[in-house]
C-alpha cells in the first residue's frame, strides 16, 4: 500500500495552496480578467492533472523509471536548450519558461530528471572514486551553466544542493565533499558579482528599509504582512499586502498566508511540510532497493530544499531567488512537476 500520510500531507497542503491562490490573486485577476477567480479555476484545473501524474506514477512499478533516465536527461536538456530560441518567452526580467501554445518551465523538468540519472547512476556500481561521477557532474554542470543564465539561480542552487546530498549517499571519500563546499560558494560569489542585479538585491535583503520602494520593496511589504498577521490573522481574503506585495500568488504567497492565517495556522502549514518531507525521506531510507533508495532520496532533497528556500526568502533569512512554494504558489509546471514526483516516492513506498 502507498503510504497514507505522504497522501494526506500532500492533500491538505494543496487545499491550503487553491485556498490561498483565491485570496491572494482576486485583486490582480479582476483588474487584469474582469474574473476574480480566473487563477483559481487555473490552479484547480492545474491540480486535477498533478493528482493524474501523481496517480499514474504511483501505479507504475518505480524499477521501470529505470529506462527513463538516460532519454529523460537527454528530453530535459533540450528543454533547456529550448530557451535559446524563439519559442523561449521573456517575463519579469528572466528567460525560465518555453511555449507551445503551453507555457512550461524547462528548469522544473531538470530537477526530476537529475534526480533520476543520478539515483540510475549511482545504483548502477559502487562509486567509490571521484572519475567514476564525471559524467553526472558534467550533465549537471551543463543544466545549471544553462538555468544560471536564465536567470534562475534559486533553482540552480536548490539542484546543485540535492544532488550534492545525492552523492553523500555514495561511497566517495569524506575529503571530497569538505572541498566541494567552500568551491561551490565560491562559484556562487562569482556568479552573483557578475551580476549587478543579485548585488542589488543583497543590498536589498541586507537593509531593505533603506530603498523601500525599489531594492527592498518585497521585503519591506514581506515583513510587514507577516506583522500585520499577528497570532490569529486578519482573516481570509482580508490581507491588504496582496495589493502591494509583489508576486503575491506565486513566490510570495507564503506572507500572505502568514498574514491571513496568522502565526499558528501558518506554523501548522510549516508542519504538514516537515511531515510530509520526514515521511518521504523515511520511504527512503527504509527502501531496500538502492535505486529506489536514490531516486526517492533525491525527489524528497528537491522538495525539501525549494519548501527551505522559500520560506527563508519570505521570513528574511535568504535574499530573494525567485522560487515559488511546492504544492502552494500558483504555477502549473511546478505544481504537476511535484505531484508527479510525489507519485514517484509513493510508488517507492509500494515497494
Same mark, same amino acid.
Request: glycine share 8%; aromatic share 12%.
Given at each position: 500500500?502507498?503510504?497514507?500520510?505522504?497522501?494526506?500531507?500532500?492533500?491538505?497542503?494543496?487545499?491550503?495552496?487553491?485556498?490561498?491562490?483565491?485570496?491572494?490573486?482576486?485583486?490582480?485577476?479582476? =483588474?487584469?480578467?474582469g474574473n476574480p477567480y480566473y487563477f483559481l479555476i487555473r490552479q484547480a484545473r492545474l491540480a486535477l492533472v498533478g493528482v493524474v501524474a501523481a496517480t499514474l506514477a504511483l501505479l507504475t512499478p518505480y524499477k521501470w523509471f529505470r529506462a527513463l533516465a538516460?532519454?529523460?536527461?537527454?528530453?530535459?536538456?533540450?528543454?533547456?536548450?529550448?530557451?535559446?530560441?524563439?519559442?523561449?518567452?521573456?517575463? =519579469?526580467?528572466?528567460?525560465?519558461?518555453?511555449?507551445?501554445?503551453?507555457?512550461?518551465?524547462?528548469?522544473?523538468?531538470?530537477?526530476?530528471?537529475?534526480?533520476?540519472?543520478?539515483?540510475?547512476?549511482?545504483?548502477?556500481?559502487?562509486?567509490?572514486?571521484?572519475?567514476?561521477?564525471?559524467?553526472?557532474?558534467?550533465?549537471?554542470? %551543463?543544466?545549471?551553466?544553462?538555468?544560471?543564465?536564465?536567470?534562475?539561480?534559486?533553482?540552480?542552487?536548490?539542484?546543485?544542493?540535492?544532488?550534492?546530498?545525492?552523492?553523500l549517499q555514495s561511497e566517495l571519500s569524506a575529503w571530497w565533499f569538505a572541498a566541494a563546499a567552500p568551491a561551490g560558494a565560491a562559484a556562487l560569489v562569482w556568479i552573483i558579482r557578475r551580476n549587478p542585479y543579485q548585488e542589488r538585491r543583497i543590498a536589498?535583503?541586507?537593509?531593505?528599509?533603506?530603498?523601500?520602494?525599489?531594492?527592498?520593496?518585497?521585503?519591506?511589504?514581506?515583513?510587514?504582512?507577516?506583522?500585520?498577521?499577528?497570532?490569529?490573522?486578519?482573516?481570509?481574503?482580508?490581507? $491588504?499586502?496582496?495589493?502591494?506585495?509583489?508576486?503575491?500568488?506565486?513566490?510570495?504567497?507564503?506572507?500572505? %498566508?502568514?498574514? $491571513?492565517?496568522?502565526?499558528?495556522?501558518? +506554523?501548522?502549514?510549516?508542519?504538514?511540510?516537515?511531515?510530509?518531507?520526514?515521511?518521504?525521506?523515511?520511504?527512503? =531510507?527504509?527502501?531496500?532497493?538502492?535505486?529506489?533508495?536514490? +531516486?526517492?532520496?533525491?525527489?524528497?532533497?528537491?522538495?525539501?530544499?525549494?519548501?527551505?528556500? =522559500?520560506?527563508?526568502?519570505?521570513?528574511?533569512?535568504?535574499?530573494?531567488?525567485?522560487?515559488?512554494?511546492? +504544492?502552494?504558489?500558483?504555477?502549473?509546471?511546478?505544481?504537476?512537476?511535484?505531484?508527479?514526483?510525489?507519485?514517484?516516492?509513493?510508488?517507492?513506498?509500494?515497494?
Amino acid at each position: 500500500m502507498p503510504d497514507s500520510v505522504i497522501i494526506i500531507m500532500t492533500l491538505m497542503i494543496l487545499a491550503i495552496g487553491i485556498t490561498m491562490i483565491m485570496t491572494s490573486s482576486s485583486a490582480f485577476a479582476i =483588474n487584469n480578467t474582469g474574473n476574480p477567480y480566473y487563477f483559481l479555476i487555473r490552479q484547480a484545473r492545474l491540480a486535477l492533472v498533478g493528482v493524474v501524474a501523481a496517480t499514474l506514477a504511483l501505479l507504475t512499478p518505480y524499477k521501470w523509471f529505470r529506462a527513463l533516465a538516460v532519454p529523460g536527461v537527454i528530453a530535459a536538456g533540450a528543454a533547456l536548450v529550448l530557451l535559446f530560441t524563439p519559442f523561449a518567452v521573456f517575463l =519579469n526580467g528572466a528567460t525560465r519558461w518555453i511555449d507551445f501554445g503551453i507555457q512550461f518551465q524547462p528548469s522544473e523538468t531538470a530537477k526530476v530528471a537529475l534526480a533520476l540519472f543520478w539515483a540510475w547512476w549511482l545504483a548502477r556500481r559502487p562509486v567509490r572514486r571521484i572519475t567514476q561521477t564525471v559524467i553526472p557532474l558534467a550533465i549537471t554542470a %551543463v543544466f545549471l551553466g544553462i538555468i544560471v543564465k536564465e536567470p534562475d539561480l534559486g533553482t540552480a542552487f536548490i539542484i546543485a544542493a540535492a544532488c550534492y546530498l545525492l552523492l553523500l549517499q555514495s561511497e566517495l571519500s569524506a575529503w571530497w565533499f569538505a572541498a566541494a563546499a567552500p568551491a561551490g560558494a565560491a562559484a556562487l560569489v562569482w556568479i552573483i558579482r557578475r551580476n549587478p542585479y543579485q548585488e542589488r538585491r543583497i543590498a536589498g535583503w541586507l537593509d531593505p528599509w533603506e530603498d523601500p520602494t525599489g531594492d527592498g520593496l518585497q521585503y519591506v511589504q514581506t515583513q510587514l504582512a507577516f506583522a500585520r498577521g499577528e497570532l490569529f490573522g486578519v482573516g481570509v481574503g482580508a490581507s $491588504e499586502q496582496k495589493y502591494r506585495l509583489p508576486e503575491s500568488y506565486t513566490d510570495s504567497i507564503f506572507a500572505i %498566508v502568514g498574514e $491571513e492565517l496568522g502565526f499558528f495556522l501558518t +506554523l501548522m502549514l510549516v508542519v504538514f511540510f516537515v511531515v510530509l518531507i520526514f515521511r518521504c525521506f523515511y520511504v527512503a =531510507n527504509k527502501c531496500q532497493d538502492d535505486f529506489g533508495r536514490f +531516486l526517492a532520496f533525491g525527489l524528497t532533497a528537491m522538495l525539501a530544499l525549494q519548501v527551505c528556500v =522559500n520560506m527563508a526568502v519570505m521570513t528574511g533569512l535568504m535574499p530573494i531567488t525567485g522560487v515559488t512554494l511546492p +504544492l502552494v504558489s500558483y504555477g502549473g509546471t511546478s505544481l504537476i512537476i511535484t505531484m508527479f514526483s510525489i507519485g514517484v516516492i509513493l510508488s517507492v513506498s509500494r515497494g
